[in-house]
């Protein structure tokens, strides 16, 4: 009775960390229904570069392309740079036939995006003029028409470095890509935009995002090579005082992975890639949390870190004590029925955070009313799943792969099966 007294108490415990940690995330959720954006101010044109990083992804970069091509913002303001990475593909040339600058790279020691970012810039840098502003995408996103007009409208607005919102090109393949599909459209409409509407600080997620060349050169160019070098950009700029905006009137459609050895793969990296960041900046994170506009410091510390161990602390304490009960042959019944019940609860809290934004985000989801439903049940599965892949990274090498990208659409085809923006519903 007491190794069940205390896996109660330990599962209590992480689960009051957790909301110590994270309920001012639930105080974010009414954000948007309660504050409205700020007007925009007097808008200017900027001269932009596209920056595309890709790895085999023939199948998929002439879509990227011929989206941005038909932006409604002016076409002579707008360059669009291909870095064909280690291609063993036609990416080069899909690229170059459909209008983009296209640079190649090789080299098998610096993999990773962080490097081809760092490459392209250089060669930018030698051959350019400077830009006013680079957006950053991935070769398998497709822009709406009017994303580059709207995410300048916010530029000019004053941010130097802009995310924007982020729906996906095949939600309803399967639960895992439904998993993802959920998480960053919670991501932009119930994290990033009200951190914008709150005036804190948002943050870049991967792809989709803008920024100045003032910070390009701040940055010393391209110089964050970690894992996830898209939360190192983030953390580096908070923690020196840059405030990231959001722009939700500028979606870009992103495609998710299907397989489960992928996404366990491409978590892995995120996971181990988010130690490495607080590795880095943890200590200037957490001095910049006592510091004037410090909350964002806290977020973003939050967002990097405790989720990470208090889930690998659950995890070992209660398969520990599941064993040590079973082995002893007292109370295994028990402990099992808290175990449980702490998964339950858990079950219950992903259900409601993916509940709240499949309703609230129910026309910009691109699928049947039926699978909609079906996946906010698969929500917290495909959540669960972090558990022993936040354990893994603890302890095993992790380095970049490439992940394959087939789903080959156009921005037309999008709008056939339904995932045509509306703007009046979109935060």
Not at 97 to 103: E, K, L, T
Not at 218 to 240: A, M, Q, S, V, Y
Request: hydrophobic share 45%; proline share 3%; with cysteine.
């Amino acid at each position: 009775m007491e190794l069940i007294e205390t896996i109660r108490l330990i599962n209590y415990g992480i689960a009051v960390l957790f909301f110590l940690c994270y309920f001012y995330q639930f105080v974010y959720i009414p954000v948007p229904f309660l504050k409205r954006d700020k007007p925009h101010r007097a808008e200017k044109l900027h001269r932009y570069a596209v920056l595309i990083c890709g790895r085999n992804e023939e199948k998929v970069i002439g879509y990227l392309v011929d989206s941005i091509r038909a932006q409604d913002y002016p076409a002579d303001l707008v360059t669009i740079f291909v870095l064909a990475d280690n291609c063993t593909d036609a990416t080069a040339k899909v690229a170059a036939d459909h209008g983009a600058v296209v640079y190649e790279r090789f080299n098998q020691t610096q993999v990773g995006k962080g490097y081809a970012m760092e490459f392209l810039l250089e060669k930018l840098r030698a051959d350019y003029e400077p830009f006013d502003g680079y957006f950053v995408f991935d070769a398998d996103n497709l822009l709406e028409p009017d994303y580059i007009t709207q995410m300048n409208r916010t530029f000019s607005d004053g941010y130097e470095i802009i995310t924007s919102y982020r729906n996906s090109k095949n939600y309803g393949d399967n639960w895992i890509s439904a998993g993802y599909g959920l998480w960053f459209l919670r991501e932009a409409a119930f994290l990033n935009h009200p951190r914008c509407l709150l005036g804190t600080s948002c943050a870049v997620s991967g792809t989709g995002f803008l920024f100045s060349h003032a910070v390009l050169e701040e940055c010393g160019g391209w110089p964050f090579h970690l894992l996830t070098e898209d939360i190192e950009f983030t953390i580096h700029n908070i923690t020196r005082g840059r405030k990231i905006g959001y722009c939700g009137a500028a979606v870009y459609y992103d495609e998710q992975p299907t397989k489960f050895r992928q996404s366990w793969h491409q978590r892995m990296r995120w996971a181990r890639g988010y130690l490495q960041v607080f590795g880095k900046y943890g200590t200037q994170l957490i001095r910049g949390i006592f510091r004037r506009g410090g909350f964002a410091c806290f977020d973003m510390c939050m967002n990097i870190m405790p989720a990470i161990i208090l889930t690998s602390i659950s995890l070992v304490v209660n398969i520990a004590v599941l064993a040590l009960t079973f082995w002893s042959g007292a109370g295994f019944l028990p402990a099992v029925l808290s175990t449980l019940q702490a998964v339950l609860n858990t079950y219950l809290l992903f259900l409601m955070v993916g509940g709240i934004t499949t309703i609230a985000q129910w026309n910009q989801i691109n699928t049947s009313a039926g699978r909609k439903i079906l996946y906010m049940f698969t929500f917290p599965i495909f959540m669960f799943t972090y558990v022993p892949i936040s354990f893994v990274a603890l302890f095993k090498k992790v380095e970049w792969k490439h992940i394959d990208h087939t789903v080959s659409v156009s921005m037309k085809d999008m709008r056939k099966r339904g995932g045509v923006k509306d703007t009046t519903r979109i935060p």
